[in-house]
């Protein structure tokens, strides 16, 4: 089994042909993330929004065009378990950054992840010497869920968002604590498709088993 990941930016916005193109390839198991960068030739911004939902909306008619032809794919951000799906505590914060994980530098300087690689003020301490040392930082990441954050409160998809990357949320907005507006629409966007693609599928399954 493979699967292909791939990035799409201001530059390549029409990625429902990049998917459809893997897919004449052979992949069945498909990912295409959004670029999360500023200030470049290439970074996304909330103009784009309503041609980026199109395309959203083009590969989830393909999905379902492919699973009633009986050749079914897999889209990463369409595949949303809504009977079971994660634990409660994935669901407040589905990013675990400086709690569930770390990252560590050749230098052994602890991170929260990656992403904070380089930033000095969000350095937890070094593997070399005492660990971890910035017991605060930990805590302030830990409480960095979706009821501490104002803009996820009265959000229809929290509960499967979970919040987003703080990462991303510190890089445009300089706190952890407020999300990545573009990146909350998009996943608003994607949960919506999967919802519709989900519904559609149990109609087609209710009308077959009504034919038996």
Known sequence: M???????????????????????LGFRHVSVEPVVT??????????????LFGEYERVAQAYLDAYF??????????????L?????????????????????TPEGDIYPCHQFVGNKEY?????????????DLVFQFSEAHI????ECQNCWARFFCSGGCHANAYSFNGDIMK??????????K???CSLYIQSQMLNFEKAQEALR
């Open 84 to 104: 079971k799906g994660p634990c409660i505590a994935k669901r407040l914060s589905g990013c675990g950054a400086g709690v569930e994980y770390i990252a560590v």
């Open 179 to 188: 999300p990545h507006s573009i990146s909350c629409e998009l996943q608003r």
């Open 190 to 192: 994607r949960i919506e």
């Open 147 to 150: 009821y501490n954050k104002e």
């Open 2 to 24: 493979y699967y292909v990941r791939g990035t799409y930016t201001r530059e390549n916005m029409d990625f429902a042909a990049d998917v459809l193109h893997m897919l004449k």
């Open 69 to 82: 032809s009986g050749k079914p794919f897999d889209f990463f951000h369409f595949s949303v378990d809504l």
């Open 123 to 135: 350095i937890l301490g070094n593997v070399l010497e005492n660990g971890i040392e910035r017991d």
């Open 38 to 51: 500023k200030d470049e030739r290439y970074s996304l911004n909330k103009e784009d929004l309503p041609r």
